[in-house]
């Protein structure tokens, strides 16, 4: 296939650019999402973003989720976090009254 060019722009290139942000952002109706959602799914976690519209309309958008979070690690934090002796100290009238909680 040749490309063509035309005051210095590649056509050939910008089809193939065009293609490529449609393939990136697929649309599906909710039909069709329902019939196809492994595939949706697979999509979706290769990095495309998958619309789902209901008409012509747009409802929503399967996007990859990312990693899953590591587990919590006890103790990650320690001696990193600081407060004062009064951290958790009853709060006064004053403060209670500037909070919105009136007696």
């Known amino acids: 296939m040749e490309s063509c060019t035309g005051g210095g722009v590649n ?3 910008l089809t193939r650019t065009r293609l490529a942000n449609v393939l990136a952002k697929m649309k599906y109706t909710v039909h069709q999402a329902k019939t196809n959602l492994s595939r949706l799914l ?5 990095g495309k973003e998958v619309i789902i519209a209901r008409g ?8 990859p989720i990312g ?3 590591s587990k919590r690690e006890p103790g990650k ?3 990193q976090i600081t407060y004062t002796a009064d951290a958790f100290a009853p709060l006064t009238e004053g403060e209670l009254r500037d909070l919105g909680f009136e007696e």
Do not use: M, N, R
């Open 77 to 79: 934090f320690f001696g």
């Open 42 to 46: 697979e999509e979706a976690s290769s």
């Open 11 to 13: 056509t050939l290139s």
């Open 56 to 63: 012509s309309e747009p409802v929503a958008k399967l996007v």
């Open 67 to 69: 990693a899953a979070h």
